[in-house]
């Protein structure tokens, strides 16, 4: 490229100081045969040199590098315009030509239209005229830096047709989705085991369970979650032992729980929880008429500001929310249970101020085995409330599994019946239908 370049600029000054010294000789009569010698000299001495160099540049092989001359190269040099066959070669194209060279400018002209389209001012999708012609880019409706398009540029026929030899792509954009709905729901026979100080009451005995998780999540991939999960579960048993109650339920539960969250950095969120759980249904204890626990009896409801850390991969997942500020509302709709769960005597509720931690976590090493598990904490800095929920799957196929569920838990809060413990234990194995969407 620098020896043709040079090449021409001598021949342009060669033609130049030609011309010159002949005008000169036409417009000044007086001239001395010393210097009209000299310029002939010059002259000759210059020809000589210019015929020597185009001698070497006729037997010296074309150059490779010399990149502006291939015309692949004019896209990335030319005015900002968007192609089709970059778009085509990296989205997967059949068809043919120069596909190492091709595929490494169809890459840089991407790159440029996926970090600054405010750049590309020109489309030539919009031609369809002769290709014998020369044609003019039709401008995009993006402004230049100055707020008026340029000037479109002319492009030649050859260039449109080696550029434009793809049909135009057939894409459609969607606006994203950021909210994700999942449930599960499960129909389960169990035999249950319960402590004489369960705080719901209960006994021994064989049973059916029906359970139902609901979901609703929005994750803008950005910073933001906003999770939503409600809790329902509602078991009923029969007992020979108990001639006051024809049924009884062994497990009852209606949870909600909201959870905001603002990324942080990796993996760390600060959030802001709300849970709120209840029950359906009256508890009794064998052949006893007074009631244990019913609906709103107790209601509670955590708010809690702080962070949480989440994790997840296919096989694991874990949310663990902690969160030093907290305020615990209890209210107990039937005011004869109101000291059984730590209000005052002639109250129907009460407020404790403190901190929580919540996790949740979910194990799946293979497709026949899950561990699910909440651990729930609440301190006052007097009181703890603690639950741990476990619940371990075996699945027999898609729709069939035995499930084992533990649940120990802990409430210095609340009355204590006779001597018993403050320790609580809830257990339940059990068969049946599993269905998830």
């Known amino acids: 490229m620098n020896l043709k370049f040079t090449a021409i600029l001598l021949s342009f000054c060669s033609l130049t100081l030609g011309s010159f010294a002949q005008s000169s000789r036409r417009s000044t009569k007086v001239r001395t045969n010393a210097l009209e010698d000299s310029l002939t000299t010059i002259g000759q001495r210059y020809t000589l ?66 970090t600054h389209p405010e750049l590309v001012h020109y489309n030539l999708s919009y031609y369809k005229g002769d290709r014998n012609k020369s044609v003019v880019a039709k401008p995009s409706t993006l ?47 169990m035999q249950y085991l319960v402590s004489d100080n369960w705080y719901k009451g209960g006994e021994d005995h064989n049973s059916f369970l029906t359970a139902a998780v609901l979901e609703a999540n929005y994750d803008n991939k950005q910073k933001f979650t ?25 497990a009852d539960l209606l949870r909600l729980t909201n959870k ?31 009631v244990f626990s019913d609906f709103i009896s107790p209601i509670e409801t955590v708010f809690s500001i702080g962070m ?16 030093p500020i907290a305020a615990n ?38 497709s026949w085995f899950q561990w699910s598990t909440r651990f729930y904490a609440f301190t006052s800095y007097s009181k703890v409330q603690a639950e741990w929920e476990n619940t371990i799957a075996l699945r027999a196929n898609k729709h069939l599994s035995t499930k084992l569920f533990l649940f120990p838990r802990f409430d210095d809060g609340v009355k204590r019946r006779d001597n018993s413990s403050f320790f609580q234990f809830n257990e339940y194995l059990s068969v049946g239908l599993d269905l998830g969407f």
């Open 49 to 114: 040199a210019l015929d020597s160099l185009n001698k070497s540049l006729e037997t010296s092989a074309p150059s490779d590098t010399d990149n502006l001359e291939n015309p692949y190269y004019f896209p990335l040099f030319a005015s900002s315009t968007f192609y089709h066959f970059p778009v085509q070669l990296e989205l997967g194209s059949l068809q043919s030509g120069s596909p190492s060279l091709q595929s490494g400018i169809a890459q840089a002209l991407m790159y440029a239209y996926a």
């Open 308 to 323: 949480d850390y989440k994790y997840k991969t296919p096989k694991f997942e874990v949310s663990a929310t902690m969160s």
């Open 143 to 189: 402004p230049t830096d100055k707020g008026k398009p340029a000037t479109p540029p002319k492009v030649s026929a050859q260039q449109l047709a080696q550029w434009q030899d793809f049909e135009p792509l057939a894409l459609q954009i969607h606006r994203p989705n950021f909210w994700t709905f999942k449930g599960n729901f499960s129909l389960q026979f």
């Open 226 to 250: 906003f999770t939503n999960k409600l809790e329902m579960k509602l078991g009923f048993q029969t007992s020979q032992s108990d001639s006051l109650h024809k049924y009884k339920t062994n």
């Open 329 to 366: 509302y209890k209210y107990v709709d039937r005011l004869a249970l109101s000291e059984r769960y730590g209000v005052e005597k002639g109250k129907h509720s009460h407020l404790n101020l403190g901190s929580t931690v919540t996790v949740n976590m979910r194990w799946t090493p293979n």
């Open 260 to 290: 905001l969250g603002l990324e942080a950095f990796k993996h760390w969120y600060y959030t802001a929880m709300l849970q709120t759980w209840t029950q359906f249904y009256p508890g009794y204890q064998a052949n006893k008429s007074r």
